[in-house]
């Protein structure tokens, strides 16, 4: 009987299908364990090797969860919406509710290929109004709250206003607009339209103006990161600053709970460290420098060195300050304004990263330093961002490389807070140094300078002391057809919460998806869903992806539950998430929504923890293993090689020549009788042009018809339209390729379907390959030829079961100390691996296992069933298959998982060294327990020993127990 992998797999695939096997539910009597993957959004394109990597690590350990006990959720489902939905229908002309239900049909379809112990009874849309009604009902929660910063949790609007009717708003700082500051009177007194506008600065949820990436050709608003030197990433699509209005998630009230949570979660330090750099917390001060020839207003900066203020030779404001305008004179206007069309084109990742060019305005305007009166010039640069800070800050050259580097660029003075006159050369001040030319801080230490100047700066009332974050508040609005509709109506142009009875607010059909005037999302273009009644619309924008990815954890733990998005049974007993594993795209934007929407819903009181991830893993990159066919093109006798323009010799029919790798340099003759053999025509024409030499060049071609580095030319003619009848130039019979390892890509034709991988070897085969190849954290290439490896393997632990004639030839019978010896290792370095994510080095010890038990031509069910149960994590097809075989007739998944005996692998024995005078001669194995004695006798007593001692008398025998021997002779 042989190893019939596709029958046996099929087979359990469809009984554990059948069984519900996977199906889990709350369990009290059980401990809980929640295993989830960051889930995928569900491309045309389908899956390539390096996407399970992740999948196949949480389901081992999952399954192996579930061996040791645990009541296991392991949940998948689909992250649906989004821009590549909608353009490629905009491409196709399909609508992308259609293309979108193809897709996450095909990734099922691959998904159960594999092997996956998923519940898919929990399995969720983000697209589904089924699920969307509760993103929106989520956002109303957020809409609905504001963070009370002196208890740093979220509380309802109501209790707010209630707070506005009682005192105003002097116990509770606006976070919109810090100047705001009204009594009850002034409350009760404003306008329904004037309460609501400032109940919009301090929800969670919140409306506002802001300048965004507008790409019209795409017909929506692009992240910092979308947008590359002014054009959009996706198509190269120009991009323009705009004003428009946007929702935000106010993010940044939570920035302290945020890195403090970061100690009471299981991430890597790396991953700590990005998410504290991207909130960037800073102590310092913000202080307001008046304007020159104003009586009261001023220029509001912020700085973490307040005691640098007597060296602040220049004022730099965001291109975008509101100021700019209003300060700018009428004889720097014209080139204010041509630097402004400049900046425009500059991305914000852009002009954060560049450090060579340094480029600059001066808008004519002055300010005064408060202590000196000294007049500060204003200018306008791109590396200041209004979005950062209060959107200016006062330059110190003497102390910061930039500041100094744009000073110089500019020609402005410098002056040197730490002594006399500035020798020219940059200076970098510490702590410690001793400020002089500084005023009432002459002779002060740095270090104490600080606190006095911010104090001062409190003392004077120009300023107070500040913490600030780099992190800003999220966009949460999207120019895009493919998204959440938002559950508001404006009424009268006012923003109002759509009744909680009224959802889902349906996503409508639409057949074109243009975006409508002035920058709005398509749904604008619907006239008849947007305009509710005369007064009444609704808003046109859609949520962002990751809406629906915020609190899709949650949904898992409760998916049919019509009445609420998760109950608080549910949500308690489930809880956090165990074990989260994703790609590091999603390490800092998607945690971070994600554990402020967790925050929010606990502080709310829906759910009663507020970290959603207790333990992170990163898994890393399965890199593509590219190859490249040599191309030949021939230059005419009067080119030169050193030119700079490549004109090559047209060759009849467009054909093109490839050439094997594997010949070394050879001559343009050589190459001509080599075409010769082929194409005698080609080789006359070439002749007659006078060839003088060739370029080559490498061309991608597809992986899936190279065999290690050996072409199949039959396959690559068939391939694409311009190879088919191209001259393949073999060495030896054969055509090879130059690999070379590169991100896994469409475009590069290096990506492996797994389908095709699981259908030639197994899914079992593949599952464990997969994990063979090295850590889950790091990235690794791909290489399909070792996955023969695996496959041998697995045959190899299939004929310790079975004989191909025999049938099974398991027996009963007491394991001998050597099986167990081997089996006790095995359950003891899997169980560590296991625990640990170092599925490579369990693969490895699996293989050794089998190895040593098939030396000992071990067959015993003793010994064999455990080391199954170990197996049934990695490939559960097989170790199920012999596990029935063996006679059991419950399922392996729910076998108890073998308990390691010390024991059994403790020496009873110790090889000893044995040395004459220090020198060692031999090795003699003795008992641990045995005593000096009769070690002593037996050692003098053998032949080796007797013959370096060469007769002398032994003075004495030193025996040190579990180490060495020595004689001294």
Known sequence: MEYNFRAIEKKWQHSWSESKAYRVGINSQKPKCYVLDMFPYPSGAGLHVGHPLGYISSDIYARYKRLKGFNVLHPMGWDAFGLPAEQYALETGQHPAVTTAVN??????????????????????????????????????????????????????????????KEGNAAHECPGDRSLSFSAQDWKGYSEARQREILMHYRIAFLAYAEVNWCAALGTVLANDEVVNGVSERGGHPVVKKKMRQWFLRITEYANRLLEGLENVNYSEAMKEMQRNWIGKSQGAEITFRFEGSDGEGLRVYTTRPDTIFGVDFMVVAPEHEQVAKITTAENKTAVDKYLDYVQSRSERERMAEVKQITGCFTGAYVLNPFNGKRIPVWISEYVLAGYGTGAIMAVPCGDQRDFGFAKHFNIPITNILGAAFDGAEANPTKDAVLQNSDFLNGVPMRQAMEIVADKVEAMGIGKKQTNFRMRDAGFSRQRYWGEP??????????????????????????????????????????????????????????????????????????????????????????????????????????????????????????????????????????????????????????????????????????????????????????????????????????????????????????????????DVNAARKWKSDFENAIFLLQDGQFTCKSEVEKMSKSKYNTVNPDVLVDKYGADTFRMYEMFLGPVEQSKPWDTKGIEGVHRFLKKLWRLFVDEQKGLIVKDGEATPEELKILHKTIQKIDSDTENFSYNTAVSQFMICVNELSSLKSNKRSVLEPVLILLTPYAPHIAEELWHMLGNTTSILDAAYPVFEEKYVKENAFNYPIAVNGKTRTELSFPLDADNAAIEQTILANEVVQKWIEGKPVKKVVIVKGRMINIVV
């Not at 092997?115 to 009604?133: H, I, L, M, P, Q």
């Not at 920058?519 to 947007?530: H, K, Q, Y």
């Open 104 to 165: 996450i049909a095909s990734f099922r379809k691959q998904l159960d290929n594999i092997g996956f112990c998923f519940d898919w009874e929990r399995e969720v849309n983000t697209s589904s109004a089924d699920y969307y009604k509760w993103t929106q009902w989520l956002f109303l929660q957020l809409f609905d709250s504001w963070l009370d910063r002196n208890i740093q949790k979220a509380k309802r609007i109501p209790e707010l206003i209630a707070s506005f009717e």
């Open 486 to 711: 938002f559950p508001i109506v404006y009424k009268n142009g006012i923003p109002y919460a759509v009744a909680e009875s009224e959802l889902p607010v349906e996503l409508p059909h639409v057949d074109t998806y243009k975006p409508g005037e002035d920058g709005e999302g398509p749904l604008a273009n619907i006239t008849d869903w947007v305009n509710i009644d005369a007064n009444t619309k609704r808003e046109t924008n859609t949520m962002p992806g990751y809406a629906g990815s915020s609190w899709y954890f949650l949904r898992y733990a409760d998916p049919s539950n019509k009445e609420e998005f998760a109950s608080r049974a549910a949500t308690d007993y489930w809880n956090q998430v165990d074990v989260y594993i994703g790609g590091t795209e999603h390490a800092v934007g998607h945690l971070l929504y994600s554990r402020l929407w967790t925050k929010v819903l606990c502080d709310l009181g829906y759910i009663g923890f507020d970290e959603p991830y207790k333990k992170l893993i990163n898994q890393g990159m399965i890199q593509g293993s590219s190859r490249f066919a040599k191309r030949l093109r021939f230059m005419h006798s009067d080119h030169k090689p050193e030119a700079d323009e490549i004109d090559p010799i047209t060759l009849p029919d467009n054909k093109q020549v490839f050439i094997s790798s594997s010949f070394g340099d050879i001559k343009i003759k050589h190459i001509i009788e080599l075409i010769r053999e082929q194409d005698a025509s080609l080789a006359e024409f070439l002749n007659s042009m006078d060839v003088n030499y060739v370029i080559e060049s490498y061309i991608h071609v597809d992986v899936n018809f190279v065999d290690g580095v050996v072409m």
